[in-house]
């Protein structure tokens, strides 16, 4: 009696799985779409650095050819390592201290970022609060309406960016 119930569900099944293969899409030629792309791919982006220059702020616009996207703790990397040979022939300065990083951001829900800096915010001149918020400002996609520069403890607040 077993061996009969189990033909019965195994013939049951066959039935199933032979309808429900019937129903699936139907064969048919290739549908012409065009040439496929071509070309290399356009992956250059820029980002905003500010700097100084002649004692003012100043946004430099950086060719970030890599392509990946970049946080608001990598372009304040960037920012800590100075103006590059070019910047510096220009006259761009910075007032942040190397030293300054790692930082890390935290975008809160009411159009706040929050930079936390390695040393402490107090010893940072007006000029890097500046340069340090206008940066993490420029780095998103939108300017949040607040920045505030954190360090041991002690908060600085954000400054009037240029723009």
Do not use: H
């Not at 064969?27 to 004692?55: C, H, M, Q």
């Not at 890097?128 to 520069?149: K, L, W, Y």
Request: proline share 12%; with cysteine.
């Amino acid at each position: 009696m077993r061996t009969g119930l189990a033909r019965r569900v195994l013939a049951a099944s066959l039935l199933a799985l032979t309808a429900v293969a019937g129903c699936g899409v139907q064969p048919s030629d290739p549908i012409p779409a065009g040439e496929p792309p071509s070309g290399p791919v356009a992956r250059a982006t820029t980002i905003k650095l500010y700097f100084l220059k002649n004692g003012r702020l100043s946004a430099v616009m950086r060719p970030w050819p890599d392509g990946r996207p970049l946080f608001p703790g990598d372009t304040l990397a960037l920012l800590a390592a100075g103006p590059n040979t070019t910047e510096t022939a220009q006259g761009f300065t910075t007032d942040v201290p190397p030293d300054a990083g790692p930082f890390s951001a935290i975008v809160r829900p009411v159009d706040q970022v929050v930079v936390n800096v390695s040393v402490p915010a107090k010893d940072l001149s007006e000029r890097a609060v500046e340069q340090i918020a206008c940066t993490a400002a420029g780095a998103g996609p939108e300017s949040p309406a607040e920045v505030s520069v954190v360090g041991t403890g002690r908060s600085v607040s954000p400054r009037d960016c240029p723009e």
